[in-house]
Every structure is written in structure tokens, then in C-alpha cells.
């Protein structure tokens, strides 16, 4: 009977070391993410001012992209081309800041799908100039089904002074945005309210780090730095391929 036992526990012992072994072997550290998908390919846009542009503040209101371009995929994908402007001029400056990023515009665009629906939640739209007709602010982040985030903006943003709320069509949070704000459109602000600006302070956040977002690691790590849920990874990823597929060709 000792002898069962002992068989019986050695075992039990080698089928974990095993079972171990096997996750290691199909898992190793740096591997893709649990759910096994390649990140989404990095769509382009043409875009062909910006390339020559170096200055900090960029206006990517004033139609840097392909008009062609820009018509067509908006009317492929039911982006606003207001929005989709402002998404493909983001990827290109941020790419232009941070070579080894290679984020897609698709990949921003997904995140403003999912963040405001591109500046039409509520049942806004965006202006000319980037701004939402209304202005989308997000719950209470009282620690009432949302994290707990004490006011840092004196209701500037989001007019609480107690509590913070996410703003704007890219839904930053005030004091994220006080760290990571950018003017996209070169009004010498930088305003979570507007699209350029948003955007283009969603893709510098993305690419912060060092990152490569042609990586399954790169790009997993990034949308987790903006939600930390792997079903918001899920969705993003799912919709930038969408996206990818539905645009109009850039060659």
C-alpha cells in the first residue's frame, strides 16, 4: 500500500512538472498574449506633407491627407472624415516622433470608436475645427464602479472639483492629460476637447516607452496602457483589423 501511494504521488508530481514544461514551451516570456492573435496590421494613409514637417506643434486640421483617400475610406469604414483625418495624421506624426512605433492610424481609430464613438456620443458630431458640438464627458470616478480618482483639474475639464471624469473624443483623464496633452492643430493649446489634439495625444501614449506596435507584445502593451482589460485588447484589435480591410488602398 506504500508503495501505491508513493507511485500514485510521483505521479501526480510528473504530470505538473509536464503540464509545466508544455505552458512554458507553447508560452515563453515575451510571447504573445493568452488569447494568440498578431496585433493588427498598421494601416498608412497618404499623407504627403507631413513627412518634411518637424516642428512640435503640427496642424493636422489643415488637410495634410490625400483628399481622395480620406473620402473614400471614410465612406468605406462610416468614419467622420473629420475624424479620420485627424486619426491618420496622428499615427504619422507620432511615427514621425518615434520611428520604432509604426503605429497605425487604424489602431487610433478603433480606440476613438470605442472611446466616443468619434466624437458622436451622445449624438454629437465634430465641428471643422475638431471640437464636438457637445461635450463628452465621462462618469464620476468616484470609486462607485469606476476607480476612485480625487478632482486634479479644479473641474476645468469636466467641471467636478471633487471627482475626475475622462473628456473629450479620446476620453482622457484630466490628470493623464495634464502629462500627456499634445496641440495637434497648432492653436498653441492643447485641448482634450479636440479631436487633433486628442488624437494625436493618444498615439504619442501609445508609442511611449519605446514601443513597437508591429509586435504582438508592442501593441498588447500599449491598449493596456489606455484600458487596462484584456476584453477592451479583444475589442480594439478586432476593430482596427475591421477597419485595415475597409479602407481604401494607400499605394
Known amino acids: 500500500m506504500l508503495r501505491l501511494k508513493r507511485l500514485a504521488v510521483f505521479c501526480v508530481f510528473t504530470i505538473a512538472v509536464v503540464t509545466g514544461l508544455l505552458f512554458w514551451l507553447i508560452h515563453p516570456s515575451g510571447a504573445a498574449a493568452p488569447w494568440g492573435q498578431s496585433p493588427p496590421p498598421q494601416s498608412g494613409a497618404k499623407l504627403p506633407m507631413l513627412s518634411s514637417i518637424s516642428t512640435p506643434a503640427v496642424d493636422i486640421a489643415e488637410g495634410p491627407v490625400d483628399a481622395q483617400w480620406l473620402e473614400q475610406s471614410a465612406a468605406q469604414t462610416g468614419i467622420p472624415a473629420r475624424a479620420l483625418q485627424a486619426y491618420a495624421a496622428a499615427a504619422e506624426r507620432a511615427n514621425a516622433d518615434a520611428p520604432t512605433c509604426r503605429i497605425g492610424w487604424n489602431t487610433v481609430a478603433a480606440i476613438g470608436f470605442f472611446e466616443s464613438a468619434h466624437g458622436s456620443h451622445g449624438g454629437g458630431s465634430l465641428t471643422p475645427a475638431g471640437q464636438s458640438n457637445r461635450t463628452i464627458i465621462g462618469p464620476s470616478l ?48 492643447a485641448d482634450p476637447l479636440n479631436i487633433d489634439d486628442a488624437a494625436l495625444s493618444a498615439a504619442a ?17 500599449a491598449v493596456l496602457s489606455y484600458n487596462q482589460s484584456d476584453s477592451y485588447v479583444r475589442q480594439v484589435r478586432d476593430q482596427a483589423n475591421v477597419y485595415d480591410a475597409q479602407s481604401a488602398p494607400t499605394g
Not at 501614449?205 to 502593451?221: P, Q
Open 205 to 221: 501614449y501609445l508609442c511611449a516607452g519605446g514601443r513597437d506596435l508591429t509586435t504582438d507584445r508592442g501593441w498588447t502593451d
Open 142 to 189: 468616484n470609486g462607485d464602479s469606476f476607480a476612485a480618482i480625487a478632482d486634479t483639474d479644479s473641474g476645468a475639464f469636466d467641471g467636478d472639483a471633487v471627482w475626475d471624469h475622462a473628456v473629450g473624443p479620446m476620453q482622457f483623464i484630466p490628470s493623464t492629460w495634464q502629462q500627456a496633452g499634445r496641440d495637434g492643430n497648432g492653436d498653441g493649446e
